[in-house]
């Protein structure tokens, strides 16, 4: 066979190895970036249950109009967040609140056996367990994406074409992970 | 995990080109032994039958096995305790659309999961499973039927399971055939010691065929299911609670008369804990599940939630050498840590009424509930505008 096709065919087997590989790395990007956005999906689930919630427990707490307050004020807080880092720290003020929110509520007997604060509570109980979900998620997808792109060879292709390692989103406080569950 | 998908797909592809080849050396010897000479034609034939219940299965599958187990419909307001779990594990697998919610009225607490793809399935609860779970526990019956969505679990059972199904019928007519019939054997100049091994041969393949695919296509099924189980540890992140789905409902099993573990054949191997099989407690070649003890003994055996936690609790348990599960760098070496559990207190006759009201509800019953505190379930096919409370004598509207 001519040298020259031997050129060609390892040229192109080439060509098509780091086609596969940016494609591959495209694709988990890509996979990273979706995976955030259901972080902020559930976030923004949070914040449009919260105001339903208010008007459900208004009627029933009336002498708890701080709690209530502060509540609202951690929602407008964590909605009008910029950054990420700003952003993690209101959610989870906006946290704190409604968990003070549900402990007061165990003083209204009337209001806990409503059915409306009832599939309220299942629902803001669940966001929470999505919100940490796709939190997980999110993680696994970074996690997935960097090795990726360090290991050899995609981390040439990598270095090359710019895709830069995904950031973790982890809680910084080490007690606060180890802190129990919250359930409402 | 992604990896893992990748290799049951490339798995699938392998068992069903294997099922294939036995479907064709079957057709082959049957037509071979009607007709002599015939073998072509007869392969022919079997590839046709193979193409026809492939198509069926993958485009109506999903809806006839629903349809067997008589599962409804449900939708978020029926049960959105069920429907927020479902969706909660939908975002933990990471699946790229929420499978339907189906409830199947059964005492046996029991799942199953069904499908074509990821974009395209549906997971069914009994309404059972929801009267005694708690969330925990019911998250890890969820998860593993989630994960035989997300590992193509589902397609592989449809597949692979209707050539088993497609090799056995055929088997059989020749069986029935070879019992009730002469074949017409036209002038053959092959001697006849030749003639007779040949004869020979073929029989026993035919006879064996069945049975042979049956138990490759088992010992997957099994290993599926321990994937399954691996795969729902780490969505969760809380092997306990699958761990303790299982064991109630092996209790259930050992303790329920056994008019009440029925289920369709076809279905019953797709369930999470089989309910035709449940009461034995070792596994055979012809198992479709592990032993629920095994399985239980595993995941509590986890030192945390990944894959590797799984594989060593296996090989301990178990006392196999190798892994189960092949783990590379990508889908995480390390150990992944158990989180806390959701500790909701649940009460026993709120599950029970929440479970029955769903499929109340999934039938289209209206809920009314009286100021005296008396609750109607109001049929669709119910004509009039308003109702009276038989208690306190209110009129409702309809």
């Keep these: ?184 | 995990m992604y990896e893992l998908v990748r290799a049951n797909k490339i798995r699938s592809a392998a068992l069903t080109l294997f099922m294939a080849l036995i479907l064709f050396l079957v057709s082959y010897a049957i037509a071979e032994y009607a007709v002599p000479g015939s073998g072509y034609i007869g392969v022919l034939i079997g590839f046709v039958l193979w193409i026809i219940l492939t198509l069926i299965s993958f485009y109506a599958g999903p809806s006839i096995y629903l349809a067997l187990g008589h599962a409804r419909k449900i939708k978020k307001e029926d049960n959105p305790r069920l429907f927020n779990i479902v969706e909660e594990m939908t975002i933990a697998s990471g699946l790229p659309k929420m499978p339907d919610v189906y409830i199947i009225e059964d005492p046996m607490p029991n799942a199953f999961a069904t499908g074509r793809n990821p974009k395209v399935s549906a997971i069914a609860v009994t309404t059972g499973l929801l009267q005694i779970m708690n969330r925990d526990e019911l998250q890890g019956v969820i998860a593993h039927e989630m994960a035989h969505v997300k590992n193509r679990d589902v397609l592989y059972m449809l597949v692979v399971g209707i050539m088993v199904g497609v090799i056995t019928i055929l088997a059989d007519l020749f069986v029935r055939g070879f019992l009730y019939g002469r074949r017409s054997r036209s002038a053959s100049k092959a001697p006849a010691q030749a003639q007779a091994i040949i004869l020979i041969v073929g029989i026993i393949v035919i006879v064996l065929s069945p049975i042979i695919a049956r138990i490759v296509y088992l010992a997957i099924s099994r290993k599926r299911e321990y994937l399954a189980d691996a795969s729902a540890a780490l969505f969760t992140r809380y092997p306990e609670g699958l761990a303790s789905a299982l064991e109630k409902i092996e209790a259930f099993v050992q303790n329920a008369p056994p008019r009440l573990l029925k289920a369709n054949a076809t279905l019953a191997p797709m369930y999470i804990v089989n309910p035709l099989t449940a009461k034995k407690k070792r596994d055979s070649l012809f198992s479709t599940h592990p032993s629920t003890e095994n399985r239980i003994r595993i995941l509590r055996g986890m030192g945390g939630a990944s894959f590797v936690d799984y594989n060593a609790a296996y090989k301990k348990i178990i006392g196999k050498a190798e892994d189960l599960i092949k783990v590379d760098k990508e889908g995480g070496e390390g150990t992944v840590s158990v989180r806390s559990p959701s500790g909701e207190e649940v009460d026993k006759k709120v599950l029970s009424r929440e479970a029955m009201d769903t499929l109340w509800k999934s039938m289209d019953y209206q809920f009314i509930t009286c100021s005296c505190g008396l609750k109607f379930k109001i049929p669709p096919t119910f004509k009039g505008d308003r109702i009276v409370c038989p208690r306190c004598g209110t009129v409702h509207d309809v």
Aim: glycine share 4%; no cysteine; net charge neutral.
């Design chain 1, 1 to 184: 066979m001519n040298p020259v096709w031997i050129i060609v065919i390892v040229v192109a087997l080439l060509v098509l190895f780091v086609i596969f590989m940016f494609n591959r790395l495209v694709r988990l990007r890509n996979e990273v970036t979706n995976a955030w956005a259901q972080i902020d999906v559930q976030l923004k689930r949070r914040h449009d249950l919260i105001p339903n919630l208010i008007e459900t427990v208004r009627g029933y707490m009336k002498h708890e109009r701080e709690t209530l307050e502060a509540v609202t004020e951690a929602r407008t807080r964590a909605m009008n967040a910029k950054d990420i880092s700003e952003k993690i720290e209101a959610e989870k003020g906006l946290m704190g609140t409604l968990i003070r929110l549900f402990a007061v509520a165990e003083n209204y007997p009337d209001l806990k056996a409503s059915t409306n604060f009832l599939a309220l509570q299942e629902e803001l109980a669940s966001t929470e367990n999505k919100i940490s979900f796709a939190r997980q998620y999110y993680n696994d997808t970074v996690y997935r994406y960097n090795t990726a792109t360090q290991v050899f060879p995609a981390n040439i292709i990598a270095g090359i074409f710019g895709f830069k390692a995904g950031t973790f989103f982890t809680v910084e406080n080490e007690a606060e992970r180890a802190a129990p569950k919250v359930s409402f």
